[in-house]
């Protein structure tokens, strides 16, 4: 089953799937890219071939990590896996956004109390306040700037603008 925009845009996620039980390497038509780092820990079989190389800690670790995520994503391009490359590329993506994070929260807490139960996984505030920003860690900056140059060169790939494009046509 095909679920499409009526206005051609890209699907969102659609967090109601069973992601524990679908392999979407076998089911790409299940597979909706979302918006930013949406489904980046759910997706299976590459959440788990991905998860294991995704590190940020030092600037070191972030560049054998993005090293490693980048070098998957170019192999997922050859074997025309749009998924894959998608997913690759959101890793880099999470280990930007990851990275900015702690390097403005040295906890990595952006948000004060809980997320709602109802929002686990999902990204945002949900009505909880924003905690004020620390003093930027410059280890954790500078993994940022080592994940974004390989998260933009990632997006901007010749082959991958052209299987995404392919892919939004066949599946929306």
Known sequence: MLRRYVTGKMRKFDYSLNYKALNLRERPDLYAIGRGEQGVLLVEPYKSELLPDWRFRTPEIARASSAALYAK??????AEDFVGADMARKFLQMGYTRSRRYANYRSGKKYDGPVPDDKKGQSGAHGRDQLPRQDEDPEKAESARIFKAAYEEAKA????KKQKAAFLERYG
């Open 73 to 78: 994503f170019l192999e997922y391009l050859a």
């Open 157 to 160: 790939h010749p082959d991958y």
